[in-house]
């Protein structure tokens, strides 16, 4: 494996994780937003729907930026401009002035993770074996040291833009600096895209765009409501709530540091499969969980099987479509926030309108669905690792050295 193919690894690596951090700084603190800038609770929704509607929109722009300019390029740019998004939030004191930043940030957060999982694809497909769940362990170690973090700023009663100001002098330099090594990769494969010609076929990648959807379903039911689930209706303390989200992450990354080896010895198709199954089977113990502690071991089972879901989802876009994998992952990424949208909502209203025990099982029945469409993970017997893993690096574009 050449230098030039690690260099790219490690710094589009640093690029997952500087995102997690980004992203859980600016989450995990939406109490403290609210309060700094005096939104009320009847608006608060507006605001935090407004970051992935526009988040979906920057998607859809990549798609038609990346025919003139490198996914590279783009990441180099974007995460910069959402680390400053992210300042903007915690530096203003104007309601007006929050909506801007929180627009900004959603439409370069829609730019940086289209284009981080373009570059994820093209160097899988250069390393020639499953490498995806990586990536996205790096993202989750970001989340937990931004959550982390946030919880330190909370503590020390800090204000926002002082919590936000170190982590943006020190990750925006280093990302501009690692954005050198960057690789683009050219695609050639030998197979014919799926979807035909150099085009994506909606209806083939449809079961992607579902699987992306209810995994993100499950994602936003444990982030907006375990706490108020093990608190409320498991008769847990109000520490032992924060408890289940960070274990879940941790599950996650431990997860998506151990898939790839998975991969490799079983199988995208299996492994997707086993994930799924494994989700479902932690919603169904958070759902007849008797304690607040039986409820956290769901909770639990639900990060390690969701955690290989949408990976493995970005990684098959590229395999179905090898010569349009550009625009395949940025029309799937559209659906990751199509998820976060609908799932804390229809979990809240539906846990009003009957028993929040009776909600959990509404990701736990989307997810296991994915059963069904796990097929479209393995296209052609296509298989990374073992006798198809390829001994030599192949498929590798420019190094993004320049600007």
Same mark, same amino acid.
């Given at each position: 494996?050449?230098?030039?193919?690690?260099?790219?690894?490690?710094?589009?690596?640093?690029?997952?994780?500087?995102?997690?951090?980004?992203?859980?700084?600016?989450?995990?603190?939406?109490?403290?937003?609210?309060?700094?800038?005096?939104?009320?609770?009847?608006?608060?929704?507006?605001?935090?729907?407004?970051?992935?509607?526009?988040?979906?929109?920057?998607?859809?722009?990549?798609?038609?930026?990346?025919?003139?300019?490198?996914?590279?390029?783009?990441?180099?740019?974007?995460?910069?401009?959402?680390?400053?998004?992210?300042?903007?939030?915690?530096?203003?004191?104007?309601?007006?002035?929050?909506?801007?930043?929180?627009?900004?940030?959603?439409?370069?957060?829609?730019?940086?993770?289209?284009?981080?999982?373009?570059?994820?694809?093209?160097?899988?497909?250069?390393?020639?074996?499953?490498?995806?769940?990586?990536?996205?362990?790096?993202?989750?170690?970001?989340?937990?040291? @931004?959550?982390? =973090?946030?919880?330190? +700023?909370?503590?020390?009663?800090? %204000?926002?833009? #002082?919590?936000? $100001?170190?982590? &943006? /002098?020190?990750?925006?330099?280093?990302?501009?600096?690692?954005?050198?090594?960057?690789?683009?990769?050219?695609?050639?494969?030998?197979?014919?895209?799926?979807?035909?010609?150099?085009?994506?076929?909606?209806?083939?990648?449809?079961?992607?765009?579902?699987?992306?959807?209810?995994?993100?379903?499950?994602?936003?039911?444990?982030?907006?409501?375990?706490?108020?689930?093990?608190?409320?209706?498991?008769?847990?303390?109000?520490?032992?709530?924060?408890?289940?989200?960070?274990?879940?992450?941790?599950?996650?990354?431990? @997860?998506?540091? =151990?898939?790839?080896? +998975?991969?490799?010895?079983?199988? %995208?198709?299996? #492994?997707?499969? $086993?994930?799924? &199954? /494994?989700?479902?089977?932690?919603?169904?113990?958070?759902?007849?969980?008797?304690?607040?502690?039986?409820?956290?071991?769901?909770?639990?089972?639900?990060?390690?099987?969701?955690?290989?879901?949408?990976?493995?989802?970005?990684?098959?876009?590229?395999?179905?479509?090898?010569?349009?994998?550009?625009?395949?992952?940025?029309?799937?990424?559209?659906?990751?926030?199509?998820?976060?949208?609908?799932?804390?909502?229809?979990?809240?209203?539906?846990?009003?309108?009957?028993?929040?025990?009776?909600?959990?099982?509404?990701?736990?029945?989307?997810?296991?669905?994915?059963?069904?469409?796990?097929?479209?993970?393995?296209?052609?017997?296509?298989?990374?690792?073992?006798?198809?893993?390829?001994?030599?690096?192949?498929?590798?574009?420019?190094?993004?050295?320049?600007?």
């Amino acid at each position: 494996m050449t230098d030039v193919l690690r260099r790219g690894r490690a710094s589009l690596a640093f690029g997952f994780f500087t995102q997690g951090v980004a992203f859980a700084l600016l989450v995990t603190r939406i109490p403290a937003v609210q309060e700094r800038y005096g939104v009320s609770d009847a608006l608060l929704p507006v605001f935090l729907a407004a970051v992935p509607v526009l988040a979906g929109c920057g998607s859809v722009a990549t798609e038609k930026l990346v025919r003139r300019i490198p996914p590279s390029r783009l990441l180099r740019w974007s995460q910069p401009v959402v680390l400053l998004a992210l300042l903007g939030v915690g530096a203003g004191d104007q309601v007006a002035g929050l909506a801007v930043a929180l627009g900004v940030f959603g439409l370069s957060v829609g730019a940086l993770d289209a284009s981080m999982n373009m570059l994820g694809v093209s160097l899988q497909r250069a390393y020639g074996r499953s490498i995806m769940l990586s990536f996205h362990a790096a993202y989750s170690l970001g989340g937990i040291l @931004g959550a982390s =973090l946030a919880w330190v +700023g909370a503590h020390g009663e800090l %204000a926002l833009w #002082v919590s936000y $100001l170190p982590v &943006v /002098l020190v990750l925006l330099p280093a990302t501009l600096v690692g954005s050198r090594w960057y690789v683009d990769g050219e695609g050639g494969l030998e197979s014919e895209p799926a979807g035909g010609g150099g085009g994506v076929a909606f209806r083939v990648l449809l079961p992607l765009c579902l699987v992306m959807t209810f995994a993100y379903i499950g994602d936003s039911t444990v982030s907006n409501w375990s706490a108020k689930y093990v608190k409320d209706v498991l008769g847990g303390s109000e520490q032992l709530a924060t408890v289940p989200y960070n274990v879940y992450m941790v599950t996650t990354l431990v @997860g998506r540091a =151990l898939g790839d080896l +998975g991969v490799r010895r079983l199988g %995208a198709v299996v #492994v997707v499969r $086993l994930g799924a &199954v /494994l989700a479902a089977g932690g919603f169904v113990v958070v759902a007849a969980a008797p304690g607040a502690w039986a409820g956290m071991l769901g909770f639990t089972l639900v990060g390690l099987g969701l955690c290989v879901l949408v990976p493995q989802t970005f990684a098959a876009a590229g395999r179905l479509f090898p010569g349009s994998s550009d625009a395949a992952i940025a029309r799937l990424n559209i659906f990751n926030y199509v998820g976060f949208l609908v799932g804390s909502p229809l979990v809240g209203a539906l846990g009003d309108a009957w028993s929040y025990r009776g909600a959990m099982l509404v990701p736990m029945a989307l997810v296991l669905v994915t059963v069904v469409y796990a097929r479209s993970f393995g296209p052609g017997g296509d298989r990374y690792g073992g006798g198809h893993e390829r001994p030599r690096t192949a498929d590798v574009g420019r190094g993004s050295n320049g600007l």
